[in-house]
T-cell receptor, first 113, second 113 residues
Framework: QKEVEQDPGPLSVPEGAIVSLNCTYS??????FMWYRQYSRKGPELLMY????GNKEDGRFTAQVDKSSKYISLFIRDSQPSDSATYLC?????????????FGRGTQLTVWP | DTGVSQDPRHKITKRGQNVTFRCDPI?????LYWYRQTLGQGPEFLTY????????KSRLLSDRFSAERPKGSFSTLEIQRTEQGDSAMYLC???????????FGSGTRLTVV
């Protein structure tokens, strides 16, 4: 069993829809949780970064962490065709200094006009 | 500063040949990471450096793989005696102490024929 599980999709939604992306993990030592967006043939880019349980909002994006359930989510409101990409969750089990990240396999999202 | 730069963008090589990739991180970032990503999967950790010191190396990294960061600036990743299973996107990323998340380059896509 991989330490981070993520449904690969694909997920296809109409423009304006609310998108929910999720990951589960097995290692209770994970403390920092990230979401990356990856366009085709590009490297991942950091979208959201959260520490421990709770919610964090940034524009149309909201990240949620539930450490008791070992479950994290990313919500995209008012989705746009430009949001079409692969979304990767990632986690870090170190302290405040970044080291190795553990990634999910990514969820492929298509937002159609 | 133009971000993390990787060279070459694409490499096609015959099985058994050696290949070397280069990564130039963001100049003020002291941490540098190498990941490998295959189609439909998330990035898989290979190794990382803090300045010129190699702090962690994945157990998945065979003896055919070696990475260096001789002056704490750019890094090289060498694969000796390439195999078809080495075909993947090789991603480099950098970060600074106390920072959040990595900045990834666009990767080097390796095809072993």
């Amino acid at each position: 069993q991989k330490e981070v599980e993520q449904d690969p999709g694909p997920l296809s939604v109409p423009e304006g829809a609310i998108v929910s992306l999720n990951c589960t993990y097995s290692n209770s030592a994970f403390q920092y949780f990230m979401w990356y967006r990856q366009y085709s043939r590009k490297g991942p880019e950091l979208l959201m970064y959260t520490y421990s349980s709770g919610n964090k909002e940034d524009g149309r994006f909201t990240a949620q962490v539930d450490k008791s359930s070992k479950y994290i989510s990313l919500f995209i409101r008012d989705s746009q065709p430009s949001d079409s990409a692969t979304y990767l969750c990632a986690m870090n089990r170190r302290g405040s200094t970044l080291g190795r990240l553990y990634f999910g396999r990514g969820t492929q999202l298509t937002v159609w006009p | 500063d133009t971000g993390v730069s990787q060279d070459p963008r694409h490499k096609i090589t015959k099985r058994g040949q050696n290949v070397t990739f280069r990564c130039d991180p963001i100049s003020e970032h002291n941490r540098l990471y190498w990941y490998r990503q295959t189609l439909g999967q998330g990035p898989e950790f290979l190794t990382y450096f803090q300045n010129e010191a190699q702090l962690e190396k994945s157990r998945l990294l065979s003896d055919r793989f070696s990475a260096e960061r001789p002056k704490g600036s750019f890094s090289t990743l060498e694969i000796q005696r390439t195999e078809q299973g080495d075909s993947a996107m090789y991603l480099c990323a950098s970060s600074r102490d106390g920072g959040y998340g990595y900045t990834f380059g666009s990767g080097t896509r390796l095809t072993v024929v």
